[in-house]
């Protein structure tokens, strides 16, 4: 079967190559550091499974390359299990490849095998760590709230998120205090920084 790998860290991606290249039944058509290369490369190499970094595609989940049928393959996602939040807005992510399967990235390399071969025949494939840390570590932000502090996360002082977000100042405020107390920070960037490790933004 055919595999094609994206991840930015040359040294994993080389790794996981090496392993792969050794299993009499899979082949690597392809390697990747960038997110904006995944769907055309697809496209052309038309792997079986495409192995993943999560963090190099974000929490808008797995990537596709449309909708037509020889441009689309399985995908098994690599994930940092300290970014389960993100791992919970990819499984409701639409639209999803046909078979999309989820592990730690520190799982051992045979795990990885498994996966692959798992998806190439259509079997679901999840790390019971990930869902257990998803579990424990759920989004406790709104959807406005992730508004307002994805902007304050860019830099945006109050009056240009509240103009941003047709809001008042004071609102803007108001929201800001409430996602401190509500992810557990003291500060602004302090909350900016859990929400991020934990996969909110």
């Not at 392993?19 to 190499?45: F, G, K, M, N």
């Not at 709230?145 to 945006?156: I, K, P, S, T």
Request: proline content about 7%; aromatic content about 4%; some cysteine.
């Amino acid at each position: 079967m055919k595999t094609l790998l994206a991840f930015d860290g040359a040294l994993v991606r080389g790794a996981l190559a090496f392993v792969l290249t050794r299993q009499q039944d899979i082949a690597v058509v392809a390697e990747l550091d960038r997110s904006d290369e995944i769907a055309a490369a697809i496209c052309e190499t038309q792997p079986d499974v495409a192995i993943v970094d999560f963090d190099l595609v974000g929490p808008a989940g797995p990537p596709t390359c449309g909708t037509h049928p020889q441009c689309r393959c399985s995908v098994l996602m690599l994930v940092d299990p300290r970014r389960s939040g993100a791992l919970s807005e990819a499984l409701q992510a639409k639209p999803h490849p046909p078979t999309v399967g989820f592990l730690g990235n520190h799982v051992a390399p045979q795990r990885v095998v498994d996966g692959v071969r798992r998806l190439s025949r259509g079997e679901p494939v999840v790390d019971g760590e990930l869902v257990l840390a998803a579990l424990k570590r759920s989004n406790p932000l709104t959807a406005r709230e992730l508004d307002v502090l994805r902007l304050a996360a860019e830099g945006y002082p109050v009056r240009e998120i509240a103009s941003t977000l047709a809001l008042a100042p004071g609102t803007v405020r108001n929201y800001l205090s409430r996602i401190v107390g509500k992810v557990g920070g003291r500060t602004r960037i302090e909350a900016v920084r859990i929400a991020r490790e934990a996969g909110w933004l």
